[in-house]
């Protein structure tokens, strides 16, 4: 049996205790329950325990949950996006975290503007560089950064990373620095279009150690939620 209300407060506290070990404020960082592959009577559970933020994976799944949920929750799109499913889910999420491309950015800020609406977006960087992973390279972000704060209809709000796969999240601690120092780098050269600085980083194995680093959106899936299958 997962029990969603006690898996939240041991995150909770965890949250709590990685701020105050790097002298941050609870309040800047938002947790993002990442309910991709679980039943909508699960997604309740959590928001009746205070949850607001949820993250899902896949178009089709955002869109068959979203009405069947509270309309006061703040979608988060965290997965891979094809650009021909772009215009399903603009003016539903708060916020795409993996941009990755111009001609996806293009897209999005197509849809936006088309509702008169503007969509917030992050970037997503490999920062590790794995083979198997989307995102954009460290040295590419700059450049997609500069071409997106052309675009009318999308506002860059920050980063996101999904760091590699370990038993041990000491040895992720490199890559949320890093994603940290290119928003810090970014933000020095005051691009236009990007207003304030998010960071989306750490999920189950290592939030801990990416809220040391600077993160202000956490993505917590297993954590809350139990395996997926
Ligand atoms: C599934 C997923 C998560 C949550 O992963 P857990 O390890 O279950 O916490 C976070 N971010 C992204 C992009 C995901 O796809």
Known sequence: MIDIRENLQYVEQQIQSA?????RKR?????????????????????????????????????EKIPQLPSDIRWHMIGHLQRNKVKYIIGKVAMIHSVDSLALAEEISREAQKRKDIANILIEVNVAGEISKFGV??????????????LPAIQLKGFMTVAPYTENPEENRSYFRKLAQISVDIGNKNIDNRSTCFLSMGMTGDYSVAIQEGATYIRVGTGIFGERP
């Open 27 to 63: 309040s800047e960082v938002s947790l993002i329950a990442v309910s991709k592959t679980k039943p909508v009577a699960m997604i309740k559970e959590a928001y009746d325990a205070g949850i607001r933020d949820f993250g899902e994976n896949r178009v089709q799944e955002l869109l």
């Open 19 to 23: 701020c105050d070990k790097s002298g």
């Open 137 to 150: 390279t460290s040295d590419a972000v700059l450049k997609l950064a500069e071409d997106i704060a052309t």
